[in-house]
T-cell receptor, first 115, second 112 residues
Framework: DTAVSQTPKYLVTQMGNDKSIKCEQN?????MYWYKQDSKKFLKIMFS???????INETVPNRFSPKSPDKAHLNLHINSLELGDSAVYFC??????????????FGDGTRLSIL | AQSVTQLGSHVSVSEGALVLLRCNYS??????LFWYVQYPNQGLQLLLK??????LVKGINGFEAEFKKSETSFHLTKPSAHMSDAAEYFC??????????FGAGTRLFVKA
């Protein structure tokens, strides 16, 4: 009974391709996030949605486009993949209030490798 | 500016020894602080959180952390390390807005 699930778990593809990662949460949370974790384990916020509205949009190339069809889903589409996009991408969710002691719940990550 | 600093990217302890992972923060408002653990090939899991109710916070797996405002610290400890504690540990800070700031992580090694 996975709380935050991401698909696919592994993604190996060629440079220049377009790919999507899907995320679903069954926790009833209203805020969802995408993070990028590099090879040194540094975790960087990319996007966040609250009630389907984009609320955090960090300095991310516009090749990355998030989409939230409803509060339980947040997808990430990446165009024209580059070598530097190789990383682990994590989806997370939480109860969303601006100043919050609510922790985030993470999926197991999608390991993206660009050949 | 808000920030989180974890001192030591790697910490190595012997099984049964004390675990101490250090976290210092900078915040202009009362902070909410968290410790997360990441096991290999998994996402982050919450260990414990500070929410101003008590300065000593107990978490899962025998971990605890103490909030010290005067030192702007939130160090994580465990009296006796177990092999299964080997993982990456992240300190995190929320000071408003929807963004949580994560530290760079500390990798804990446990020697038999």
């Amino acid at each position: 009974d996975t709380a935050v699930s991401q698909t696919p778990k592994y993604l190996v593809t060629q440079m220049g391709n377009d790919k999507s990662i899907k995320c679903e949460q069954n926790l009833g949370h209203d805020t969802m996030y995408w993070y990028k974790q590099d090879s040194k384990k540094f975790l960087k916020i990319m996007f966040s949605y609250n009630n389907k509205e984009l609320i955090i949009n960090e300095t991310v190339p516009n090749r990355f486009s998030p989409k939230s069809p409803d509060k339980a889903h947040l997808n990430l589409h990446i165009n024209s993949l580059e070598l530097g996009d190789s990383a682990v991408y994590f989806c997370a969710s939480s109860h969303g209030t601006p100043y919050s002691n609510q922790p985030q719940h993470f999926g197991d990550g999608t390991r993206l490798s660009i050949l | 500016a808000q920030s989180v600093t974890q001192l030591g990217s790697h910490v190595s302890v012997s099984e049964g020894a004390l675990v101490l992972l250090r976290c210092n923060y900078s915040s202009s408002v009362p902070p909410y602080l968290f410790w997360y653990v990441q096991y290999p090939n998994q996402g982050l899991q919450l260990l414990l959180k500070y929410t101003s109710a008590a300065t000593l916070v107990k978490g899962i797996n025998g971990f605890e952390a103490e909030f010290k405002k005067s030192e702007t610290s939130f160090h994580l400890t465990k009296p006796s390390a177990h092999m299964s504690d080997a993982a990456e540990y992240f300190c995190a800070l929320n000071t408003g807005g929807f963004k949580t700031i994560f530290g760079a992580g500390t990798r804990l090694f446990v020697k038999a």
